[in-house]
């Protein structure tokens, strides 16, 4: 698939632009980091063998490719920091995850529901993002397309299976969706460095696909037999860094070693 555009050579000469450019890849990686944290935490823990495997085998994915986009930043920043000080070596408020990856493991549902959330959009945005101007990010998004398709599959048939299955499956799936749906919307808040590179053919413009995603979502969690929340808000700030209370406690665990055993290796 042809870019939108080519990306002028001189685009990353401007600091500015350069800066913008890296803190909108944290925004995209960032998500990957922590969803895959939190579904690494399940390893050994499904309900049986089938989706334990696949679980596990989804936050490696994910781990994979936020690997790539940690990489491309440390390449950007060109201070000699690698992928390993971007993923454990910062704070808190530096992590611009959504607050969607964020949320607990609290039974089986809260896991399939949250996954689907972020699924649908994860699988729109590498869609578009081959259009990017920016090679690598094309490159980035054509390799990572098939593991999404299969990831929105897997969440998207089992919350039906939930939702369509026994009483207190269907019961348990509704909490969760209920629960989980004031935290969507964030996934299409534009900031600033966001901003700037859909303004530059860098990013896709996400807000465009809003509409598309929720009717998707919607029509899955119909075909489910699951009630559509009615929300007067959605729960925002984590693209900002400002976070759930639970991300103290993903960063405590995740940068444990790095932290007690600085600059330690294999």
């Not at 969706?177 to 996400?206: C, H, K, R, Y």
């Amino acid at each position: 698939m042809k870019p939108i555009r080519e990306l002028n050579p001189q685009f990353l000469e401007s600091k500015e632009n350069k800066q913008h450019l890296i803190d909108y890849l944290l925004g995209v990686a960032d998500n990957y980091l922590i969803l895959a944290q939190r579904l690494g935490e399940l390893c050994g823990h499904g309900p049986n063998l089938e989706p334990d495997i696949a679980i596990t085998n989804i936050s490696l994915d994910l781990l994979g490719q936020v690997r790539s986009f940690y990489q491309y930043i440390s390449q950007l920043k060109g201070d000699g920091s690698t992928e390993d000080d971007i993923a454990f070596l910062r704070k808190e408020r530096e992590y611009r995850s959504v607050l969607l990856v964020q949320q607990p493991n609290t039974d089986f549902a809260y896991v399939i529901a949250r996954q689907f959330f972020f699924d649908v959009y994860n699988k729109m945005f590498l869609n578009a993002l081959q259009q990017s101007a920016d090679e690598t990010l094309r490159a980035l998004a054509f390799k990572g397309i098939k593991e999404a398709s299969y990831h929105e599959r897997f969440s998207g048939d089992w919350l039906k299976r939930l939702g369509d299955g026994t009483a207190e499956s269907h019961d348990k799936a509704q909490k969760a969706v209920n629960d989980l749906w004031v935290f969507t919307d964030e996934l299409f808040q534009v900031n600033e460095s966001d901003s700037a590179m859909i303004d530059a053919g860098v990013a896709p413009d996400m807000l465009q696909l809003r509409e598309y995603y929720y009717e998707k979502v919607e029509n899955l969690l119909t075909e489910a037999t699951l009630e559509v929340p009615e929300v007067p808000y959605f729960q925002k700030g984590g693209k900002n860094g400002l976070h759930s209370e639970y991300m103290g406690y993903i960063l405590a665990e995740m940068q444990y070693m790095q932290r007690t055993y600085p600059n330690s290796k294999w």
